[in-house]
């Protein structure tokens, strides 16, 4: 781990592109399966005055990069009309997995770029080793973190489409509590967590080779 000021930079970059990228295709998605309310309320951009969350989006990754924990965070979420969907349910939860898809993609493709121009394991020097490296596993982080069942994260979303009306209403009644508990989840238990979140990023690392023979 460094600490240099420089290498933060790039890191405070690499989150802000891949969230505005993962709320940008939440809103996308809405909005093709008929609900305006992103565009309306000016979400659909790569502002990122639009989209960055000055806790999720800056705060929470430069400290779990300080600390040498998995890097993750989020942004201001994205508004979604539920009723103005098609499909409803299914249709949230295919705007709920656009998000951890398209950071899941976004880790493939820098993958594929850095793995066949040897970027990724340094042959074009340290910093862009780094950038590769650290570009890969933190939209792995966005997506497996995205993807936790809990209110209001994306899982919870997809979660809701495929579960009986019971816990529908258990999952609607944490709502409003969810991302006090994500946090709680954390705070005592942040080294299952990283432990957890490490071994998801690379198992998945793992398929990426797979898949180009390695």
Do not use: C
């Amino acid at each position: 781990m460094n600490l240099n000021f420089g290498y933060i930079v790039i890191i405070l970059v690499i989150v802000v592109f891949s969230v505005i990228l993962h709320e940008l295709s939440h809103g996308i998605v809405a909005y093709w399966l008929g609900d305006r309310t992103a565009k309306d309320a000016g979400r659909l951009t790569f502002n990122p005055i639009k989209h960055v969350d000055p806790y999720m989006s800056i705060l929470v990754p430069v400290i779990l990069y300080i600390l040498g924990a998995p890097v993750f965070g989020g942004a201001k979420p994205v508004p979604v009309n539920y009723h103005n969907l098609k499909w409803r349910e299914w249709g949230m939860a295919l705007v709920a997995l656009a998000g951890p898809f398209t950071n899941f993609l976004l880790a493939f493709i820098f993958f594929l770029v850095g793995h066949f121009t040897g970027l990724a394991y340094g042959a074009g020097g340290e910093l862009w080793q780094f950038i590769f490296t650290e570009f890969i596993y933190i939209n792995l982080g966005f997506m497996i973190f995205n993807l936790i069942p809990i209110p209001p994260l994306d899982g919870s979303r997809i979660l809701y489409a495929i579960s009986p009306d019971g816990f529908r209403n258990v999952l609607a009644g944490i709502e409003r509590y969810g991302i006090i508990i994500v946090y709680l989840l954390i705070f005592f238990f942040g080294e299952v967590f990283s432990h957890l979140m490490i071994n998801g990023m690379n198992g998945i690392l793992h398929f990426f080779y797979f898949i180009v023979g390695s």
